[in-house]
């Protein structure tokens, strides 16, 4: 994958799909265990319905990237039920992708740089020759290098133009007070565990190691109005 754009990696991991012996595929990123935590959806071959049916509901309901969250690795959909307990809206789901004549495929979660994670499903197989275990693996494989190679720009774009929640903004103008994390967590009201992840989301998406780095980055992106402090001396 030496491609320079989202669109052309997107594109070259379709082409790699068909001669794999599948024709639909869908990407979500970030994913984490909590599907309310909104999610970028790319889809290619599936039914148009299907794709706006997910983004309304079907999403809430959708089994597979949480087990592909807990599973590790790829799995064919039809074994989902032996990697969670399915709920009965996950049933509902599954029974939804029959009524669009979807029915087995591959899953798989992707990691990118700053522990990203993303799920990829794969489905429509041209026969049960598509799952072999060679074909498999290849998809797998294609799937994770389109990933990285994503993350890899956006990234570039991200440093450029971070962008940040509001609890990250809450966080980074405490660090530039010069505030430490038991401190920030007594303010905020969250554990110090909690800030500690928020802390490792900043460094990560303005590219920097330390809190007195981050804080002068944060200030040169007027991210943050201009502070003195002893601890990070910025102004």
């Given at each position: 994958m030496?491609?320079?754009?989202?669109?052309?990696?997107?594109?070259?991991?379709?082409?790699?799909?068909k001669?794999?012996?599948?024709?639909?595929?869908?990407y979500?990123?970030?994913?984490?265990?909590?599907?309310?935590?909104?999610?970028?959806?790319?889809?290619f071959?599936?039914?148009?319905?299907?794709?706006?049916?997910?983004?309304?509901?079907?999403?809430?309901?959708?089994?597979?990237?949480?087990?592909?969250?807990?599973?590790?690795?790829?799995?064919?959909?039809?074994?989902?039920?032996?990697?969670l307990?399915?709920?009965?809206?996950?049933?509902?789901?599954?029974?939804?992708?029959?009524?669009?004549?979807?029915?087995?495929?591959?899953?798989?979660?992707?990691?990118?740089?700053?522990?990203?994670?993303?799920?990829?499903?794969?489905?429509l197989?041209?026969?049960?020759?598509?799952?072999?275990?060679?074909?498999v693996?290849?998809?797998?494989?294609?799937?994770?290098?389109?990933?990285?190679?994503?993350?890899?720009?956006?990234?570039?774009?991200?440093?450029?133009?971070?962008?940040?929640?509001?609890?990250?903004?809450?966080?980074?103008?405490?660090i530039?007070?010069?505030?430490?994390?038991?401190?920030?967590?007594?303010?905020?009201?969250?554990?110090?565990?909690?800030?500690?992840?928020?802390?490792?989301?900043?460094?990560?998406?303005?590219?920097?190691?330390?809190?007195?780095?981050?804080?002068?980055?944060?200030?040169?992106?007027?991210?943050?109005?201009?502070?003195?402090?002893?601890?990070?001396?910025?102004?």
């Amino acid at each position: 994958m030496s491609a320079q754009d989202e669109a052309t990696i997107r594109y070259e991991f379709r082409e790699v799909l068909k001669e794999l012996g599948f024709g639909a595929a869908y990407y979500l990123s970030p994913v984490v265990s909590d599907p309310r935590v909104g999610r970028q959806l790319y889809t290619f071959g599936f039914p148009e319905e299907w794709g706006r049916q997910y983004g309304d509901k079907l999403g809430m309901m959708d089994p597979f990237p949480r087990a592909a969250l807990k599973h590790g690795g790829v799995f064919r959909w039809s074994q989902v039920g032996k990697i969670l307990r399915l709920q009965p809206r996950n049933l509902r789901y599954l029974k939804a992708l029959e009524g669009f004549g979807i029915y087995d495929g591959i899953g798989f979660p992707c990691y990118g740089p700053g522990a990203r994670r993303s799920f990829v499903g794969v489905g429509l197989p041209a026969s049960e020759k598509s799952f072999s275990p060679e074909g498999v693996l290849k998809v797998q494989v294609a799937g994770q290098l389109a990933f990285q190679r994503q993350a890899q720009i956006n990234r570039l774009v991200d440093l450029a133009n971070p962008r940040l929640s509001q609890r990250e903004h809450d966080v980074l103008q405490l660090i530039a007070k010069g505030k430490s994390n038991s401190v920030i967590a007594q303010v905020l009201r969250i554990s110090s565990s909690t800030v500690g992840v928020y802390v490792a989301r900043l460094f990560e998406k303005l590219g920097v190691s330390d809190r007195t780095s981050a804080s002068v980055r944060a200030l040169s992106l007027g991210l943050i109005p201009g502070f003195v402090t002893p601890e990070t001396g910025v102004k």
